[in-house]
Each structure stands twice: as structure tokens, then as C-alpha cells.
């Protein structure tokens, strides 16, 4: 995977409303036409994916509408500045077409004038809203210009060619309709970039598909498959309590191999006894505070994961914990059966508490004591700060069997986008993960450490390793990354060398759990 590199500005641009963003290049790489980097959008939580528009000498451009805040920030970059990027990322477009046509759509132009130029400049297309918007045009001298009302779409000839096309879904449609066999590259609202959080599907013909690693531009050329390389030797040993984990759900570790392996132990997504193809986009949205997710629980489910995903998993030389899910304590206990006979699954954890789907109708409790009878692996019971009494719940899971406590999954938010004051969200409300969830989850660690003597996984906006210390002072034994792995995929090294500094700063002897920390 591309590492995650700082990058000064060199220039910032007006292109009609646009703005286009150089940056000095350094050891980056421009990549394939149509693929994308992740630029960080200063004050934000989440990156910003962006197409690369020029490769000049010396530098990578993008050009950029300061539609949202994320946006604005970029575009209210100077020259000196620097910005965290990463890339290139996805799949690019094929350049082994004989007649290729170009065809963009508003600021889906933004990837063409790099396509032109790597084709030899073909013919081109392009439709604005406004002859403001068009300006962006001269970025593509060669193009054919159409302000709407008239409609891109209706300069094509009847025979066009190899079309190549970046816009609107609109447009997008309507061209897959017209030359089926056009080279589309699609967007959607991306977290990570790098397949870390199956936040950017997309419904096309009535299949989700991941735009960051299987897109943007379907029909183009793919990026180098993956393949995990053979074991390595563990950070943690599988019967030891590691101290660095990443939140279920927040990280795929077959598509970033390099991240999971950077983890103590790696907490797979939430696994189900049927295949969940997850909930419909839009599935992501950033808010001020933090991240609202209903990604829905997508997984291949528990036979599938058994046969395909797990022995790549222990391949990553890492200890592995599996999430497991359910809609009733039967369905918990007969996935934690089938775990039972897996040597190369260290824990389970069971995810009592996303806000993304139907609970089942048992008590936390209830559901623990049942797959504590289905097996004899280390059970954790991931529980919601939403609980009015988290202390007595803790109390309960420990009294039925669980081995371990992580805290907190995400609670239930709702954001509304500024123009229509609809849901953002394609299913409403969400899971609301990031910064804004630190304090709750140091509460709910802290009542749960004087409640129960259960080991517990704090997470919950760890960004950095005060936050991690914090948390271990709460009284986590370990700690999780969650949100942070979607904006930075060195999040792992850098949060472990800022706690070592933090306990050396402050003379802590060791971090390896509450009981050698100095709590109130």
C-alpha cells in the first residue's frame, strides 16, 4: 500500500469556481489516469479523495469544488502549506483503447486533462452547469463545450468509439445505457481510500461494490493483486492480552495487509450466520465532531469467512480475533460452535451493540451465557455506552461467562445535509464514531474497571497516544483504533512511539494494564 506522505503546496488556483491544488510531488507517484489520492483537508477528520488532473514536472494537481467543508478546506490552502497525502489508490483507466473519446461531466473533468495527456490528447467532451463552470475548460483545450440545458450526452454520435468518462451519476447512467462498454469512473463518499471501511459502496445493476478497491473506474485496470505473505512472527503471542487492536469493522485486513500486521492483535468485521450484503448508500458521513457509519454489517458470513477469509487471515502472523454477531442468542452461540474448532482464532468478540441493525431480543447477558456454552475461547463482550447502567451490565456478561469487556461501540447520531435538511445517511441515522466518542468511552471504562475485574479494550476517538493513555489510565488493559485508521493507515506505529514517549514523560513504569497506573 502507498505510504502516507506530507507534501507542501505550491500553488493554489481559481479555475472558475474550482480551485487547483499543486502540490510539490516528491517520491509520489502519479499513478494510472483515474486513480485517486487521499488528501488530507485541514481541521477535518476524514481525508478528501480527489482525482490527480495535471502531472506536471515536479508536482501533482487537483482540481477541486469547495462544495463542503472538507472542500473548502483544501481550497483555503496556501502556498508553503502542508498537507498529509495518499496515493495513488484504486483502479485507473485502461489505456489500450483504439478510439478513445473523453467525456466529463462539471468537476468530473477533473481526471481527464491527466487521461489526455497520457492518450495523446483525443477528442473530448465536456458539459457545465453555468459558462462560470466552464471555465475549467481550458484545462482541456481541445475539448467540445456544452452549457445545459443541452446535455453531454447529446453530442455523441452513433458510433463514438472508446469512451472514457468521469461525471455525474446521471451521466453516468445515461452513458452505460447508450455504450455499454464505456470505461466509467463513479464516486461516492469515501473514509479511508484503502478498503479499510466498506463505507463507499455503490448500487450498480443492483450489486454494491466498493469503490476504492474495486473502482473508481470499473472496467479499468486494477491495481497489482494483493497476496498475504507467509507468516511472520507475532507481535503478541495468541494466550497473551496484546495492547494495540483495531476496532471491529474500521479495518479489512486482506485489502492492508501492512496495517493489520502493525496491530498486536487484528479484530476482524462483525461475522453473521448468513451473508450480509449491508445496508444501502450512503453509508458514510462526516460530521464536525466524528464519523456517522451504517455500513450494516456487510460480511460473507460465518461458513464462507471459515473457508475463505480465515486462513488468509493467519497468514498475517498476528493473533486473530473474530467478531461475531447475530439477531438472537441461538445465532451468536452456533457462529461461536463453529469458532470453537478454529486453533487459528485467538478470541471472539461479540458485538452485542451496533446501532446499525436490529438487537436481538435477549439481554447482553443472556447472549454470553449462551455462547459460553458453545465454546471454550476467550469471549468479549463489546457493550454500548447507550446502556443506562453500564457497570451492572459489565457486572452481568462477567456473571455469565465473559472473559473480557471492550468498550464502547459507536451511539446512534443523525446528520442532515445543509442544502436539503435530509438525512445524510441512506438508512437515516448511524453509528457515531471519532473524537466526539473519547469522553464517553473514558466514562464508560472507568465504570466499568470499578464495577467488574474484567480485562477491558478501550476505544473510542484514540487519536493519538495520550488518548491511548488515557483510556489505560480509565482502567483499559489494551486499546483499540477505530475512525483514526481511515484518515492515517500509520495510525499503529505512530499512536505506539507517542505512548512510549507519553509514560516515559510522565515516568510511568509500563502500560500493560490499570493495575500499574495511577487512577483517582
Not at 267 to 293: D, H, M, Q, W, Y
Not at 352 to 369: M, T
Amino acid at each position: 500500500m502507498p505510504r502516507r506522505e506530507r507534501r507542501r503546496v505550491a500553488a493554489v488556483e481559481a479555475v472558475g469556481p474550482y480551485s487547483l491544488l499543486r502540490l510539490e510531488r516528491g517520491s509520489l507517484e502519479p499513478g494510472v489516469p483515474g486513480q485517486f489520492f487521499m488528501l488530507e483537508a485541514p481541521g477535518r477528520i476524514l481525508p478528501r479523495p480527489m482525482s490527480l488532473c495535471l502531472a506536471p514536472p515536479g508536482e501533482l494537481a487537483f482540481l477541486v469544488d469547495p462544495i463542503g467543508p472538507g472542500t473548502r478546506a483544501l481550497c483555503s490552502l496556501a502556498g508553503g502549506d502542508e498537507i498529509a497525502v495518499l496515493g495513488p489508490l484504486g483502479n485507473g483507466f485502461r489505456l489500450d483503447v483504439e478510439r478513445p473519446l473523453l467525456v466529463g461531466g462539471g468537476i468530473g473533468m477533473a481526471p481527464l486533462p491527466y487521461l489526455s495527456a497520457a492518450l495523446g490528447h483525443p477528442p473530448a467532451l465536456l458539459g457545465f452547469r453555468t459558462a462560470w463552470h466552464a471555465e475549467a475548460a481550458r484545462l482541456l483545450p481541445s475539448a467540445e463545450v456544452v452549457i445545459e440545458p443541452t446535455l453531454v450526452t447529446e453530442l455523441l454520435s452513433s458510433d463514438p468509439g472508446d469512451v472514457l468518462a468521469c461525471g455525474p451519476e446521471p451521466m453516468l447512467v445515461a452513458l452505460r445505457r447508450l455504450v455499454p462498454e464505456a470505461q466509467l469512473a463513479w464516486e461516492a463518499p469515501m473514509a479511508c481510500g484503502y478498503g479499510a471501511c466498506h463505507g463507499c459502496a455503490v448500487e450498480i445493476d443492483g450489486e454494491l461494490r466498493r469503490l476504492c478497491v474495486e473502482g473508481p473506474v470499473l472496467g479499468g485496470v486494477p491495481p497489482p493483486a494483493r497476496r498475504v505473505p507467509a507468516p511472520t512472527q507475532s507481535r503478541a503471542a495468541a494466550d497473551e492480552l496484546p495492547l494495540l487492536l483495531n476496532a471491529s469493522g474500521c479495518l479489512d485486513a486482506l485489502t492492508a495487509p501492512e496495517v493489520a500486521r502493525s496491530l498486536d492483535a487484528y479484530v476482524t468485521k462483525t461475522v453473521t450466520p448468513l451473508r450480509r450484503e449491508g445496508n444501502s448508500p450512503v453509508r458514510i458521513a462526516e460530521t464536525a465532531a466524528g464519523l456517522l457509519n451504517s455500513i450494516g454489517l456487510a460480511n460473507p458470513g460465518i461458513a464462507a469467512f471459515r473457508e475463505h477469509v480465515l486462513p488468509e487471515l493467519v497468514c498475517l502472523g498476528v493473533p486473530i480475533w473474530v467478531s461475531v454477531g447475530g439477531f438472537g442468542a441461538g445465532e451468536y452461540a452456533a457462529s461461536c460452535r463453529l469458532l470453537d474448532e478454529d486453533d487459528e482464532v485467538a478470541a471472539i468478540e461479540l458485538n452485542l451493540s451496533c446501532p446499525n441493525v436490529d438487537v436481538a431480543p435477549e439481554s447482553a447477558a443472556q447472549i454470553v451465557g449462551a455462547c459460553r456454552g458453545a465454546t471454550t475461547k476467550p469471549l468479549w463482550a463489546k457493550l454500548s455506552a447507550a446502556s443506562p447502567d453500564i457497570g451492572a451490565a459489565a457486572q452481568a456478561v462477567e456473571a455469565a461467562g465473559a472473559d473480557g469487556l471492550s468498550l464502547v461501540n459507536t451511539l446512534r447520531g443523525l446528520a442532515l445535509d445543509e442544502r436539503t435538511l435530509r438525512p445524510r445517511l441512506g438508512s437515516g441515522a448511524g453509528g457515531l464514531s471519532g473524537p466526539a466518542l473519547k469522553h464517553v468511552a473514558l466514562a464508560a471504562v472507568d465504570a466499568c474497571a470499578r464495577a467488574s475485574s474484567l480485562p477491558i479494550v478501550g476505544m473510542g476517538g484514540v487519536r493519538s497516544g495520550r488518548d491511548a493513555l488515557e483510556l489505560l489510565v480509565a482502567g483499559a488493559t489494551a486499546v483499540a483504533l477505530g475512525t483514526v485508521l481511515f484518515a492515517d493507515p500509520q495510525a499503529p506505529k505512530r499512536v505506539r512511539e507517542e505512548l512510549e514517549g507519553e509514560t516515559s514523560l510522565l515516568q510511568i513504569p509500563t502500560v500493560r494494564g490499570p493495575e500499574a497506573l495511577t487512577r483517582a
